[in-house]
Nanobody, 120 residues
Framework: QVQLVESGGGLVQAGGSLRLSCTAS????????MAWFRQAPGKQRELVAS???????NYADSVKGRFTISRGSAKNTVSLQMNSLKAEDTAVYYC??????????????WGQGTQVTVSS
């Protein structure tokens, strides 16, 4: 069974930094794209940043220049370095990964979410 486990959320003052991490575990053949999404109260879940297996990255306009997504050398981890945090970054952050199983099927998996709260 494939699982994504996140860590690193918390409470920080505006202007501060946090680093989120996510590790995929279980039995699978390959991890393709990995990404971070977030969902604030009363809002739809939105893409924050994504990274391909080859290292190509994509960011939401609202976080460009402040957030950096990266993958570990083992390719089953993804991190999100968040700097210059703003109150509007407050949300539950979710890790997402497109994973190819040994069966040949590819599925999208989600982590359980980690709360990030930025106080102004």
């Amino acid at each position: 069974q494939v699982q994504l486990v996140e860590s690193g959320g918390g409470l920080v003052q505006a202007g501060g930094s946090l680093r989120l991490s996510c590790t995929a575990s279980g039995s699978f053949a390959y991890i393709n794209d990995m990404a971070w999404f977030r969902q604030a109260p009363g809002k739809q879940r939105e893409l924050v940043a994504s990274i391909t297996s080859g290292g190509m990255t994509n960011y939401a306009d609202s976080v460009k220049g402040r957030f950096t997504i990266s993958r570990g050398s083992a390719k089953n981890t993804v991190s999100l370095q968040m700097n210059s945090l703003k109150a509007e970054d407050t949300a539950v952050y979710y890790c997402n990964a497109e994973i190819l199983l040994y069966s040949g099927y590819a599925n999208a998996y989600w982590g359980q979410g980690t709360q990030v709260t930025v106080s102004s």
